[in-house]
């Protein structure tokens, strides 16, 4: 089972390959039976500079699959191995942490790496079947489902530019003024969440192990942490939310 990934606003160069980050869920591809398949229907925009042909995750069937499915101008898919099958195989799994994976990558970062796998792992398992309304509840005033989704893929963005040495943009704060706006579908959420994910596992294998105790400033205050802080609690931040979200899921059931 698949399910295909668009997301808006987002683009990716020429020479940019998904596929490569070592995230093993993350490939290009699209489906040949939509109808029967749950989806997020989200599209990633070509680099109006290459043709399709020329990007290095698409191959010429693929290209061929995306004119039949979608009757429209290629577009650049990523899918990720989910749905019920998977959701099966993950139960028997040990944890990301535990599964001898990524051992190219420096423990600092392959540990942050691990988490985020974690926490897409059980967000995807917990909020299968709930409905765009169970999303955006909240009961006894907690924080929404899609608040902790949008959040964890913001923030995450957010905490990186802080490592690398950057300040917020306007549009990094306008965004982090909308993440408990009740709008927007489950799909359209996940994606988000997602998408933040994998483009995430990029920017973290960035930063070298000597680059871990160089001092960085936080916020208009600049309250002074380390590289190697900022990634850490990418980590914790990222698996706090997910607590909250799965607590707030096993309410709205419990309240079907």
Known sequence: MLQLLYHP????????????????????????NRAATPHYHLNVA?????????????????INQLITCQQAKPTLLYRITDGELERMNQTNLPEPWLRGTLTEVPA???????????AREDLERWCHGLSDEEMHARPAGLGSVAFHLRHIARSIDRLLTYAEGRQLSAEQLSMLKSEMDP???????????????????????????????ETRKVGKKELPTSVGGLLVHVADHTQRHVGQAITTVKIVVAQR
């Open 108 to 118: 600092v970062q392959r540990a942050v790496l691990h988490a985020l796998e974690l």
């Open 46 to 62: 070509v680099d109006d500079e290459a043709s399709v042909a020329d990007q290095p995750c698409i191959k010429p069937d693929t």
């Open 9 to 32: 606003g987002h683009r990716y160069p020429s020479n940019a390959n998904i596929a490569d980050s070592h995230l093993p869920d993350i490939f290009c591809a699209a489906s040949k």
């Open 183 to 213: 709008v927007g579908s489950r799909n359209e959420m996940f994606a988000e969440f997602v998408v933040a994910i994998a483009k995430s596992g990029k920017r973290i294998r960035a930063f070298s192990p000597e680059q871990l105790g």
